[in-house]
């Protein structure tokens, strides 16, 4: 027997645990591979998204909504606190414990009113009073990591602006927030305001809202608006 037929038994068993041992291999490497790409798309998905507002309708045509018709003048909210409603956005403001309510002025009076002095309270079923946060409160919010319960697999670099907020986001919430002073005659404004209602676990059950301060052309305030969301 030769040197090189005493070495084919060896090298017949390695072969044959490289054998054993690569599928198990391979299999792991087409995994991670196909969760990578899965992720990278997703990522590439999301970074090319942008925030666009709905486009609101009259106020008086949306469910939860309170109309003074002696001065024609409507208030409607629409609460973005499904999954697919949700998805316009780019933030997932749930994860942050936010409730984004879709608020909708409209004005069918031939005089303007002012809404610069407007406040609105959100009152729960069991009696939490809740104004809309503040753009500060939300960035501080959103730069907060602990807030992303679906942490990413992999650390992703972004451009972040002050506070640990991303461009993106930032500009996403300034877009988004309600944000006018008045609303002008046969004309409507529109726009989010974005509710704290972490560890309330149904904050729209028997909720109402209620709207004060809205002033009319001689600037004398409107009687009070009240929403119930029938939740």
């Excluded at 391979?26 to 591979?33: E, G, I, L, M």
């Excluded at 609460?79 to 994860?95: L, S, V």
């Excluded at 989010?192 to 004060?212: M, N």
């Amino acid at each position: 027997m030769t040197k090189e037929e005493l070495k084919r038994p060896g090298e017949a068993a390695f072969a044959s645990i490289i054998g054993t041992m690569l599928p198990a291999e391979v299999s792991r490497t087409v995994c991670v591979s196909s969760m990578l790409v899965l992720f990278f798309a997703s990522t590439a998905a999301m970074a090319g998204k942008e925030f666009v507002k709905p486009v609101a309708q009259p106020a008086k045509t949306y469910p939860a909504h309170d109309d003074h018709s002696d001065v024609k003048v409507a208030i409607a909210a629409d609460p973005y606190d499904t999954r697919e409603k949700a998805k316009i956005f780019t933030i997932n403001f749930d994860d942050h414990g936010y409730l984004p309510v879709f608020f909708i002025v409209t004005n069918d009076g031939d005089q303007p009113i002012s809404i610069a002095n407007m406040e609105v309270t959100l009152i729960t079923g069991s009696r939490d009073k809740l104004t809309p946060a503040a753009s500060d409160d939300l960035f501080r919010r959103l730069s907060n990591p602990q807030a992303n319960t679906h942490p990413l697999p992999i650390p992703i670099p972004q451009k972040k602006a002050k506070g640990g907020v991303s461009e993106k986001e930032r500009q996403e919430v300034e877009a988004a927030q309600f944000a006018a002073r008045a609303v002008e005659p046969h004309s409507t404004q529109s726009g989010f305001l974005f509710f704290d209602v972490e560890g309330i676990s149904t904050p729209l059950t028997g909720a109402h809202l209620y709207v004060t301060g809205v002033d009319d052309a001689k600037e004398t305030e409107l009687m009070y608006f009240e929403i119930p969301f029938g939740k």
